[in-house]
Structure formats: C-alpha cells, structure tokens
C-alpha cells in the first residue's frame, strides 16, 4: 500500500522563527546535497542556512487545538538547484 505524499495535512502556529544564513567556502559544502541536485553558489562560496523556530498546536487538521504539542524546530538547509532536461532550472532548499 503506498501513502499520497503528504498524507496528513497539520496545522498549527509558527510562535517565533528565526534564519540564520551563512555562506561557506565550496570545499566544506561539495558533499552537503546528493546527485543530481548541485549546490547554488556565488564565487568560491555555498550558502547554509539554519532555521530556528517555536511551533505550538501542532496537530492534523480537524483535531481541536488542545490536543495539539508545542515544540521548538532547527532545521539546516542549503541552497540547491536541479536542471530537469529540456526545462528550466529549479532551485529551492535541500533539507540536511
């Protein structure tokens, strides 16, 4: 049995959120993203950032709040991009 992606939608309150973003010689990020993504750079420099966040309610839509859990989230990402063929490039976040 497969399960759609995203199977359960959740909602909740994003509290407090806060980015931190670094740029970082390309030898200490080469192996950060796995093929066929490529790393966005600029000059000798790749990009990092981590996010740092307060959640509260969290729970899948429907439930009431009062159910939900409170936490704080670090999430490390790091700037990607994909080139599909004939289309244009993507670029967006790699999650680490």
């Known amino acids: 049995m497969r399960f759609p992606k995203n199977a359960i939608t959740m909602?909740?309150?994003?509290?407090?959120?806060?980015?931190?973003?670094?740029?970082?010689?390309?030898?200490?990020?080469?192996?950060?993203?796995?093929?066929?993504?490529?790393?966005?750079?600029?000059?000798?420099f790749g990009f990092i950032n981590v996010v740092v966040s307060e959640l509260s309610h969290m729970r899948p839509l429907g439930m009431p709040a009062f159910l939900g859990m409170s936490y704080r989230h670090v999430a490390y990402r790091t700037y990607v991009r994909f080139e599909p063929g004939s289309s244009p490039p993507i670029e967006g976040l790699y999650f680490l």
């Open 11 to 44: 909602v909740g309150n994003i509290d407090r959120c806060w980015l931190f973003a670094y740029r970082v010689p390309i030898a200490q990020t080469t192996n950060l993203a796995p093929r066929p993504l490529e790393l966005v750079t600029k000059g000798d």
